[in-house]
């Protein structure tokens, strides 16, 4: 088992910043990879990035790229989402998850096998 904590979420202003942390608590960390994906009301869970084992690799849906950034620290069991210039469309619930096996398949949730709970990020006009 695997949990996930998700932490830094909050009300900012577009243009805006915040930090998203997610720690890991119950099997090697370094074992995972990591995604984070996010949930506005009414729409269906949306694939925002992902890092491999060794943060060797990272993946960004296209509304994203430029502004986010995903980066692990597997010495104290926590991946990070820098969120920068953010836009009122970015607002929803952004959960951490972890999967084992290959890298491939990183932007379908189905493939992840443990979740966090989710912390909301809201993005005022």
């Known amino acids: 088992q695997v949990q996930l904590v998700e932490s830094g979420g909050g009300l900012v202003q577009a243009g805006g910043s915040l930090r998203l942390s997610c720690a890991a608590s119950?099997?090697?960390?370094?074992?995972?990879?990591m995604g984070w994906f996010r949930q506005a009301p009414g729409k269906e869970r949306e694939f925002v990035t992902a890092?491999?084992?060794?943060?060797?690799?990272?993946s960004y849906v296209d509304s994203v790229k430029g502004r986010f950034t995903i980066s692990r620290d597997n010495a104290k069991n926590t991946v990070y989402l820098q969120m920068n210039s953010l836009k009122p469309e970015d607002t929803a619930v952004y959960s951490c998850?972890?999967?084992?096996?290959?890298?491939?398949?990183?932007?379908?949730?189905?493939?992840?096998?443990?979740w966090g709970r989710g912390t909301q990020v809201t993005v005022s006009s």
């Open positions: 998850a972890a999967r084992r096996g290959y890298y491939s398949g990183y932007d379908v949730g189905a493939t992840y096998n443990y």
């Open positions: 890092i491999s084992r060794s943060g060797s690799s990272t």
């Open positions: 119950g099997r090697t960390f370094s074992d995972y990879h």
